[in-house]
């Protein structure tokens, strides 16, 4: 039972799952009550803890999916800055996991007009197209889609490959940064079952352009992270006029 207190009613149903999450009353990705037993329960009304599950879902604490219910959300395995870059190798290392890569193909294909506008001015005809699925402790986290002008590759072996970036450094291409845009998604037909995803996790699509120290576009990548396991930031400073 939820005891009265000065604070709205709401509030303190909010801080009472909290606590029972906490405290592993509710495991990560369990199905919480029924709104009427959660409410009897609680010894509020329905509409009161509707409120709370609300705010909850807005912070991340909960999921609802309609018609199923309301499951406690699993919390991020890996936070990361947006401004540091850092190859998935090392993201799902410094989180104390085993990084492993799923080969799911690779071909060299004509470049398009829109290759040879990306990765101008190095001219190239031809890109060196793959595509992988990076897993931590053997679960899949990242689609990744790489695309490079093959010309810069001849005579290196991608068989070997487990991390893109140690790869162009062995090449001689070292990244030295990296322009990056970033786009939520919902589920996708292909990558979510590819990431053995639900129904209901989306998708973080960063799609980066990598430099080398000479600002040449020597990458081209889309990695498709899943929400459920990556949290970005951001460091933001004002700056006064």
């Known amino acids: 039972m939820i005891k009265s207190d000065q604070r709205p009613l709401y509030l303190q149903v909010i801080d009472r799952i909290k606590q029972d999450i906490e405290q592993k009353v509710y495991q990560e990705g369990e199905k919480l009550p029924s709104e009427f037993d959660l409410s009897k329960q609680l010894g509020i009304s329905r ?21 199923v219910g309301t499951f406690v959300h699993a919390k991020p395995l890996f936070s990361a800055g947006i401004e540091e870059l ?34 101008s001015p190095i001219e190239t005809e031809k890109i060196l197209e793959i595509e992988r699925v990076r897993t931590a402790n053997h679960t899949p986290i990242v689609y990744c889609l790489d695309r490079l002008p093959y010309e810069r590759l001849q005579g290196f072996s991608i068989h070997d490959l487990k991390s893109i970036f140690t790869f162009l450094e062995q090449s001689g291409q070292e990244i030295a940064y990296a322009v990056t845009y970033i786009e939520p998604m919902g589920y996708h037909p292909t990558v979510s079952e590819i990431l053995e995803c639900d129904p209901e996790t989306s ?26 396991k990556f949290k970005f930031h951001v460091l933001r400073k004002r700056i006064k006029a």
């Not at 009161?48 to 609802?64: C, Q, S, Y």
């Not at 799911?104 to 040879?116: F, N, R, V």
């Open 86 to 119: 850092h190859s998935v190798t090392d993201m799902i290392a410094q989180a104390n996991m085993e990084p492993g890569t799923i080969f799911l193909s690779s071909s060299i294909k004509e470049a398009t007009e829109d290759d040879k506008s990306k990765f």
């Open 203 to 228: 998708l973080l699509l960063l799609k980066q352009v990598h430099y080398n120290q000479q600002d040449e576009p020597i990458l081209y990548s889309l990695n498709y992270f899943r929400a459920d």
């Open 47 to 67: 509409a009161t803890l509707r409120e709370a599950l609300r705010l909850l879902e807005e912070e991340g604490i909960v999921i609802r999916r309609h018609g």
